[in-house]
């Protein structure tokens, strides 16, 4: 049986090392009345303090337009972690923690803030005897940016690149725009103020255990690499479902819709993360550029091949886990004839020697009847001999399942016999689950990630130029809806797994969704 760490020291192992070597700083969030910081961020910095993670000596400044105090901002945080840390209030730590919260009321596009928070940033560092290392988090929308980084520019608030004896880094949150060129434009105003080893760009999936330990998964069990190619495996299929419909989003969703939303960065990830090739170390810049080839590898998908290669569409109404919920386009904000889709399935290849010819079908939607989301790589069925001679029974492939949200682990699906005196098979599942295994909850997503921007580890996050790969790739989609898309979308039933279309989309190859 294998050894299982004691609770009181998972969330530390492996980490406390790195965490005793991080410089004493100051998390600057723009945003910081916002949503994002109440219910993500703030209880992300609370639990790293809580498993010791944190430097010892640092602040957290909240800059947002409602005119708050400090004492406004520190009561608002306290609902946000009761209401979403997983770990409860400590009332002896939650002393020291709020002490180090701060809020400064200020507009972005008013050019006296940047002056007015480059003094209160001081203040506050020389109060707590802080070096000025400063990681900007940018929790706005995309629109405010450029802004946001000349304001910092203009008030001196940004240092150069190391070697320096401080350090200006800044967070940037999807999403980085909506088709290549805006993307490019928003990448361009950035990187007129902060350098690209300064720069980065979020995505907090790839912050997940399941995702984290999919290169451990590939490269430290040599049972996997081997046959990791197109010789073994028949294809590979990335699940993300949403059970909740469009809730308070119609001016974002309603401009972005699940193609934007949902593939250009999280599901690009994903599949970059199952494809890539070995790196040779696990160098930040190694690892990237390992992801980088695949997205140079995708086979477009261009004009008339949107008509057999992608299938998109919108919920009507339904019953969405005991829930009613109205169709897409009679949603409060959605246009009555928008062809915004909240569903999109596309069946896609990684054209490179190891993949050649091995199908990816990627599906994503919302009002679906789960949240989930899975990478399931299937192999191919066995030689029709033997277990497998009667074609009226074939056997069920083997099948490899990364289940990344909501119950974290993976499973095996082999065949086994069953007991008895009959040579009959059955297949089972070998089910590994991190709640089970390792008897505590997974940090969440948000926190690895802040603490890799605060040691500088850019291993997680997204390059330019990887930005800007999968918005090319991505743009081109759209623009093959634009001159074949029809003006009426399919529709699916609200809490069902999407259109028939989407069925066909896979069924032509003589395959199947997976139930996930």
């Known amino acids: 049986m294998p050894t299982v760490l004691p609770k009181e020291n998972l969330s530390v192992v492996n980490e406390t090392a790195k965490a005793s070597a991080l ?22 910095v609370y639990n790293l303090l809580l498993d010791g993670l944190l430097p010892h000596d640092f602040a957290v400044v909240g800059i947002g337009r409602k005119p708050w105090s400090d004492e406004d901002f520190r009561k608002v945080g306290r609902e946000g972690v009761e ?9 002896d730590k939650w002393g020291n923690f709020e002490n180090r919260l701060f809020y400064f009321c200020g507009a972005i596009d008013d050019s006296q803030t940047f002056h007015g928070l480059r003094s ?12 000025g290392n400063r990681i900007y988090y940018l929790a706005i929308p995309p629109t405010s940016f450029a802004p946001s980084c000349e304001g910092l520019q203009q008030a001196g608030l940004v240092y150069p690149p190391l070697p320096s004896e401080r350090f200006s880094r800044v967070i940037v949150e999807k999403p980085i725009g909506h088709d290549l060129e805006s993307a490019k ?56 479902s949403e ?27 994903l599949l970059c993360l199952i494809a890539m090739e070995p790196p040779y170390s696990l160098d930040p810049n190694v690892v990237r550029n390992a992801r980088m080839e695949v997205l140079r590898s995708l086979r477009p998908i ?52 190891r993949w050649s010819g091995v199908p990816f079908y990627l599906r994503t939607g919302k009002a679906m009847p789960a949240r989930a989301s899975e990478i399931a790589v299937q192999f191919k069925d066995i030689p029709e001999i033997l277990f497998n001679a009667n074609p009226a029974a074939r056997q069920a492939p083997n099948v490899l399942t990364l289940r990344i949200q909501p119950h974290e682990g993976m499973s095996l699906r082999i065949s086994s016999k069953i007991p008895g005196s009959r040579a009959q098979t059955h297949p089972v599942e070998m089910n590994f689950n991190y709640g089970d295994a390792f008897s505590a909850p997974s940090p969440e997503a948000y926190e690895r990630l802040l ?6 580890d850019t291993s997680l996050f997204m390059r330019r130029d990887a930005v800007e790969a999968s918005w090319a ?27 028939v279309e989407a069925d066909r989309l896979i069924e032509s190859d003589g395959r199947k969704w997976r139930s996930v």
Request: hydrophobic share 35%.
């Open 473 to 499: 790739w991505i743009t081109d989609i759209l623009e093959g809806w634009k001159t074949h898309g029809s003006k009426w979308l399919p529709e699916y039933p609200a809490g069902t797994w999407g259109p």
């Open 120 to 131: 209160r940033l001081e203040e506050i560092e020389k109060n707590l005897n802080l070096p």
């Open 302 to 353: 261009r004009g008339k091949d949107v008509e057999s290669l992608t299938v998109r569409a919108q919920y009507s109404h339904g019953t969405v886990q005991g829930e009613k919920v109205p169709g897409y386009r009679r949603e409060e904000g959605v246009l009555p004839d928008s062809t915004t889709e909240t569903y999109v399935a596309l069946k896609l290849f990684v054209e490179n020697w």
């Open 451 to 456: 603490l890799d921007v605060m040691g500088g």
């Open 83 to 91: 209401k979403y840390s997983r770990q409860a209030i400590q009332e």
């Open 185 to 240: 434009a928003i990448n361009a105003s950035i990187g007129q103020v902060f350098d690209e080893s300064q720069i980065y760009r979020i995505d907090h999936y790839l912050g997940k255990e399941t995702v984290q330990n999919i290169m451990v998964l590939r490269f430290a069990n040599s049972i996997f690499e081997p046959i990791w190619n197109h010789k073994f495996i028949d294809h590979v299929q990335i699940t993300v």
């Open 23 to 44: 410089p004493p700083g100051t998390l600057v969030i723009f945003g910081g009345s916002g949503d994002l910081t109440r219910r993500k961020l703030l209880p992300a």
């Open 243 to 269: 059970a909740v419909g469009l809730g308070t989003r119609a001016t974002y969703y309603e401009e972005a819709g699940a193609l934007r939303d949902m593939v250009q960065n999280h599901i690009l990830q």
